[in-house]
């Protein structure tokens, strides 16, 4: 089950780390990012990364795709708590 409370924070630290990602000019900083997005992604309601990644496997997870995939995640949860 999808809770509002899931999708909230999701979107909240999704929302958070994409602002700073897509400012910085450190890779450290955006590999960290990138770290922490793929550890919030094993321990996030599987319903709503199932949702979100939509059979993706490496949704959120692979460096080759992150910045797309984040920007995807928040644009999908912008929507989904748009009709709450």
Do not use: P
């Amino acid at each position: 089950m999808i809770t509002k409370d899931s999708i909230e924070a999701a979107y909240c630290f999704f929302h958070q780390k994409r602002r700073i990602y897509i400012h910085s000019n450190m890779d450290w900083q955006k590999d960290d990012i990138e770290y922490a997005i793929a550890q919030y992604v094993e321990g996030m309601n599987a319903e709503l990364y199932a949702t979100l990644a939509k059979g993706n496997t490496e949704y959120l997870i692979s460096h080759s795709n992150f910045e797309h995939d984040l920007a995807d995640a928040e644009r999908q949860l912008e929507q989904i708590m748009s009709s709450f």
